[in-house]
């Protein structure tokens, strides 16, 4: 990481952990965030993103580990309304009509954008006479968008902000997004779209299975996705032995075949085949970021833990 | 404030419920005091009984409804966006409870029209007793609907409001009849914030208000009910 330790001005995550029963959806995260960054969340669906984003909002409470944003525990910062956010559920309240909705949620912040100015950005303001319960998907999501905007806090939060929108409607948003980064703002995103994450972000944290597999630049996390799925066929495989090796950041069994996701293949291959001599049938996988992020969707759905 | 000021809006703007709301008791009363104007019930003009048990009937439902919007909300997802706003506690519970209150208050007026109109006689002064003990009686219904709104998924919540509401009824003695008159059914129904708001008209007419005892049922269940609504309203943030 290029980050330096001094982040009481940031976002400071520490051994974050949150389990849902069985499912471990976050394990044991460290993430520092400065002020000012475009950070993506990227990673398959159930690879933990919303349930990072909730515990940062202070919607869902970690297990263990502790949150710090701009030095404030999260319900402090929401307090304080340095917080804003784009969940990825909610429909409007229903009653209202788009101008009331995001003149309403502009009366919590101390310091909110004008709210016209709100609707425009985010091109909201063609419909906002409309009642919230008329509106098509892609409308309701600006709605969402303009929401989380209007309270101008410093910190945003954005779960899956374009889903449900056209590749139009894609553009438009990240414009607007681009204009609100620009303004000194924090901004953390969560997608599971690779261009997305490449086209927006200054860095990528790249999620799977609940760990942070990958955290850099766009350009380092590419370079380091030249080798880093390591597959094997290893029968009756230790998966705590394995997650234990050097360079390896998560560990799955599919049958009898093991899938390693490495922050660093080289120094993961020789200590497995020192530690497990059995092991056949080794493949190191290659090439982009794509493949990689498709090897990892791929092993997401085979995941015994996630499928469960 | 905005909150409240969009949170009243919110309420009058659903038609069929403000309507519902308002009619129902106020036909009930009229259907059946109108045959019975000169009867008594315990010790007082059946009319005057009859009108402060449909007051104490329409304006239960009137505050405990904020409720099934409270869960709506919830499952449409948008009460954890307010939860990632400024907005606090207090305020947020200030708006419902104004909220139950702004339509509890022309529930009490058009049924007071219509029992003065069947002939119900009442000073100024007893008239406002009479409004002033329904308002204090109703705040445990108030806080029970705020908590069963943050705590039962939408589905749930209309049969069990509707259920709670007709059962208080019925053991507090609104139907027009009382289930008990002595016994342990009768210290149930004592124990009951609906009981003591029906006999807040005999108490309004007596001139000398509630007995402590009637104090002391609703500052109960309020004291029980606030921890508990602020509990489940702390817990609605999971995802739904
Ligand atoms: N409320 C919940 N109850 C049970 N399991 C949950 C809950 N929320 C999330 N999970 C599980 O936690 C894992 C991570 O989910 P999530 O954080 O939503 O991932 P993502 O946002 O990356 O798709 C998934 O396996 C999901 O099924
Ligand atoms: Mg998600």
């Not at chain 1, 917080?83 to 009509?97: A, I, N, R, Y």
């Not at chain 1, 303001?125 to 600006?142: D, M, V, Y």
């Not at chain 1, 954005?158 to 056209?166: H, M, V, W």
């Not at chain 2, 109703?138 to 589905?155: C, E, I, N, Q, R």
Request: hydrophobic content about 50%; some cysteine.
């Amino acid at each position: 990481m290029t980050q330096s330790n001094d982040h009481t001005g940031g976002i400071v995550l520490t051994s974050l952990s949150k389990s849902y029963g069985s499912v471990r959806a976050v394990r044991s995260i460290d993430l520092q965030i400065a002020p000012g960054e475009t950070v993506a969340l990227l990673g398959p669906n159930g690879a933990g993103k919303t349930t990072t984003i909730d515990m940062v909002l202070g919607l869902t409470r970690p297990d263990s580990g502790s949150i710090s944003l701009f030095g404030m525990t999260p319900a402090q910062a929401v307090a304080a309304g340095a917080v804003g956010g784009m969940l990825q559920t909610g429909s409007p309240l229903d009653h209202m009509k788009v101008r009331e909705l995001v003149s309403l949620m502009a009366s919590y912040y101390p310091h909110p954008l004008d709210v016209g100015d709100a609707l425009r950005r985010t091109g909201a303001a063609e419909f906002a006479g409309q009642w919230t319960t008329k509106l098509s998907g892609g409308q309701a999501q600006r709605v969402r968008f303009a929401a989380a905007l209007v309270g101008d806090a410093d910190l945003l939060l954005l779960d899956e902000p374009t889903a449900g929108i056209d590749v139009e409607g894609r553009r438009e948003f990240w414009q607007a997004m681009r204009a609100v980064a620009g303004r000194g703002k924090t901004v953390v995103f969560a997608t599971h779209y690779l261009e997305e994450a490449d086209a927006f972000a200054d860095r990528i944290v790249l999620m799977s299975h609940g760990r942070i597999v990958a955290d850099g630049p766009a350009t380092e996390i590419k370079a380091r996705a030249a080798a880093r799925t390591i597959r094997g066929t290893l029968p009756g495989a230790d998966l705590a032995g394995l997650v234990a090796l050097p360079g390896v950041a998560a560990a799955d069994r599919h049958g009898d075949t093991i899938i390693l996701s490495c922050s660093d293949s080289d120094a993961a291959l020789r200590p497995l085949l020192g530690a497990f001599p059995e092991i056949r049938d080794i493949e190191v996988g290659g090439g982009s970021l794509e493949e990689a992020f498709l090897e990892l969707t791929a092993a997401d759905k085979l995941d015994p833990e996630v499928v469960r | 404030m905005t909150h409240v000021r969009y949170d009243i809006l919110r309420m009058v703007r659903n038609r069929a419920f403000l309507a519902l709301t308002l009619a129902l008791p106020l036909v009930l009363f009229l259907s059946v005091a109108s045959g019975q104007r000169h009867a008594t019930h315990d010790g007082v003009g059946f009319p005057l009984y009859f009108m402060t048990a449909m007051a104490v009937y329409g304006a239960m439902f009137a505050v405990i409804s904020p409720g099934a919007r409270i869960a709506r909300d919830r499952a449409s997802g948008w009460t954890r966006q307010m939860r990632i706003t400024p907005l606090r506690i207090r305020a947020d519970f200030a708006a419902k409870v104004l909220t139950a209150y702004l339509l509890a208050l022309p529930t009490l007026a058009l049924l007071y029209l219509a029992g003065a109109a069947l002939g119900v006689h009442l000073g100024a002064t007893q008239w406002l007793k009479l409004t002033g003990l329904l308002l204090v009686g109703l705040v445990p219904l108030v806080v029970l609907g705020l908590a069963l709104g943050y705590l039962l998924p939408v589905d749930a919540l209309t049969p069990a409001l509707g259920g709670i509401v007709v059962l208080l009824a019925l053991l507090g003695g609104v139907y027009g009849f009382q289930l008990a008159t002595s016994g342990p059914m009768f210290d149930v129904m004592k124990a009951l914030p609906s009981y003591w708001l029906v006999q807040a008209g005999k108490a309004a007419i007596a001139g000398g208000g509630w007995p402590a005892e009637a104090w002391i049922v609703v500052a109960a269940w309020t004291i029980v009910l606030i921890p508990v609504a602020a509990v489940v309203y702390r817990r609605s943030t999971s995802r739904i």
